[in-house]
């Protein structure tokens, strides 16, 4: 299916009728709902022991005010964390009956602590500001970026949805708006991503906005936080790994879902260092979806969740230097030699966004098939259908004997069935760009050209040792699409147009000019003189091939030997 290049009307005309913008008008019904759910979750969890649970989270607070204090930390965080400490120290003189009591009640503050510091707000005016700014920015910016005269800096003869490629059944996913609370699972390559997926959405696809949650780092910037606080975002302090914490995160998450508020998390839980797309999915993010639909059916209601997997597309990323480097650290250990790194700001981003628009990049959107929490496909009414195309009711599958009621193992089994489906669907929805394809090919075709080597010592190589013959690059570069075009044809996978509109030298002048062209070093340059393809950055070659490493296409096709001996003496010839 092509890529839309239409704007589609909002779904909801007036941000009033939001269902996030009806959520934060009751904001404090919102942490009420959560500290009970947290607090009754957590007094069946641990019982009588839970001077023993507040002990070690006391701990973990106090060592990081120590180790990591950020001056976005509530006040006088320090002076609560050692007041609960004393209490709870001396709960321990008294009968297990009012110990327990006790303990409960600092149970229930330290929860209420985390919901007031956690939930968000949504605020009309912030929003219809920030859509104005975005537009008028992104706009100016483009005009501007592509060679506009200075005058016209302000005219807005190009259009913005042209850079913003989005691709699946549009229609489909909008429908599902009328049907059931949405929750929006994309994958998570970049900083960027948050700012790009919710002004498509608006921007483009016409979509209400959603409840997501935001890094506390953040915060950190006066600026942000004003606008952040007013928008929807929830906020994620991922230093607090301590259980207490956790759960009051996953219960706001929940009874947002719980309450109709259409939602987005990123189930990998982090940026993909490697590039690679996301497989090991957080089970937790993902269970809370099935503790939320069972919630609702408890509850009496048949209102359905509706997830929707989504993939993200970008020529360059932001950070993929920092990201491989930190990626191969991981992995390569001793055997890897990192460079220096610089920190993420905000003239970065600002260069990137320049980037972007002056070198007529793209962001890809790839929605997959809307699903319910347990996998199943959903038609136009949202109903569930098996593989058969039989209709399925998924309340039965929570229900025992007629009753709705919680089982934890049961559900821990639909969450993994939940998670293969999500994985299944970004790959299948997963949109190949051309620099995509120009960096697998290179990089496939290096290890090849040095096989008694592992990665991180060809990635110390000179560049004349990461030399490809521009011939071979292009046949070899022309097998891998022919194989890539039969998996299109079985809907394995989504090319981008360019694949099909221009020829294979053509595509891969496309990839070549577009690939990582934020970097001060692009990772691969053609040599017309020599006609040879270069890696300049064999690290980010292979960050940009690792887009396409789960596919193990290179165990697909028949290399021609001939020519990577050719590739190989060529090298010998050079030295």
């Given at each position: ?156 003869k190009l259009e913005l949805y042209e850079r913003i490629k989005v691709h699946g059944d549009v229609e489909h996913v909008r429908r599902m708006f009328g049907k059931g609370t949405v929750v929006i699972l994309p994958t998570h390559h970049s900083n960027m991503d948050s700012i790009m997926i919710g002004y498509a ?55 947002m879902i719980e309450r109709g508020t259409n939602s987005l998390f990123f189930p990998g839980g982090t940026r993909s260092r490697s590039g690679m797309i996301e497989r090991d999915l957080k089970y937790g993010l993902l269970n809370s979806l099935l503790s939320a639909q069972r919630s609702i059916y408890e509850n ?276």
């Amino acid at each position: 299916m092509p890529s839309s290049t239409r704007i589609y009307p909002q779904l909801i005309p007036d941000i009033k009728d939001w269902p996030i913008s009806k959520l934060y008008q009751d904001r404090d019904g919102l942490i009420a709902a959560v500290d009970k759910q947290t607090l009754d979750f957590l007094l069946e969890k641990h019982g009588d022991r839970l001077g023993e649970l507040i002990s070690r989270v006391c701990y973990l607070e106090l060592i990081r005010l120590k180790n990591n204090p950020w001056k976005v930390d509530p006040p006088k965080e320090e002076q609560f964390w050692k007041r609960i400490r004393l209490e709870v120290t001396a709960n321990e003189k008294l009968s297990p009956e009012q110990r327990q009591k006790n303990n409960t009640e600092i149970l229930r503050r330290i929860i209420h602590r985390y919901t007031t510091e956690i939930a968000g707000n949504f605020k009309e005016s912030t929003f219809l500001f920030a859509r104005k700014f975005l537009t008028f920015f992104f706009k100016r910016l483009l005009n501007a970026a592509a060679g506009k005269i200075h005058r016209k800096f302000w005219n807005t003869k190009l259009e913005l949805y042209e850079r913003i490629k989005v691709h699946g059944d549009v229609e489909h996913v909008r429908r599902m708006f009328g049907k059931g609370t949405v929750v929006i699972l994309p994958t998570h390559h970049s900083n960027m991503d948050s700012i790009m997926i919710g002004y498509a959405l608006d921007f483009v696809v016409g979509l209400p906005s959603f409840a997501y949650g935001a890094g506390l780092n953040l915060y950190e910037s006066e600026i942000f936080a004003y606008y952040m606080s007013r928008l929807g975002a929830y906020k994620v302090d991922r230093r607090k790994k301590n259980a207490i914490y956790l759960d009051s995160l996953k219960f706001m998450s929940q009874v947002m879902i719980e309450r109709g508020t259409n939602s987005l998390f990123f189930p990998g839980g982090t940026r993909s260092r490697s590039g690679m797309i996301e497989r090991d999915l957080k089970y937790g993010l993902l269970n809370s979806l099935l503790s939320a639909q069972r919630s609702i059916y408890e509850n009496g209601h048949n209102q359905k969740i509706i997830v929707v997997p989504m993939i993200l597309g970008y020529h360059c990323t932001l950070e993929a230097r920092s990201l491989i480097s930190s990626h191969l650290k991981l992995t390569g250990q001793e055997k890897y030699v990192s460079a220096s790194k610089k920190g993420f700001k905000v003239r970065n981003l600002l260069s990137f966004a320049w980037k972007f628009f002056s070198q007529s990049s793209e962001f890809h959107l790839s929605f997959g098939e809307p699903m319910d929490v347990l996998g199943y496909k959903l038609d136009a009414e949202a109903n569930s259908i098996d593989e058969r195309g039989h209709k399925v009711d998924i309340r039965e599958f929570f229900s025992l004997h007629g009753k709705i009621e919680a089982n934890r193992q049961r559900e821990s089994v639909y969450t993994r069935k939940l998670a293969d489906k999500v994985v299944s669907n970004y790959e299948r929805y997963y949109v190949v760009l051309t620099s995509h394809l120009v960096a697998f090919t290179a990089f496939q075709l290096l290890r090849k050209m040095h096989p008694t080597m592992d990665i991180f010592a060809m990635m110390r190589l000179p560049v004349d040792m990461l030399t490809i013959p521009g011939d071979v690059f292009e046949e070899a570069f022309s097998t891998i699409l022919t194989q890539l075009k039969q998996m299109e044809a079985e809907k394995k996978i989504r090319l981008q147009e360019e694949f099909h509109a221009l020829s294979d030298a053509d595509a891969i002048a496309h990839g070549m000019k577009y690939l990582g062209s934020f970097h001060a070093v692009k990772p691969l340059v053609f040599d017309k003189k020599k006609k040879n393809v270069l890696a300049k950055n064999a690290q980010l070659v292979y960050y940009y091939h690792n887009h396409l490493a789960s596919f193990e296409i290179e165990n697909q096709i028949a290399w021609d030997s001939e020519n990577i001996q050719r590739a190989i003496d060529s090298l010998q010839v050079s030295e």
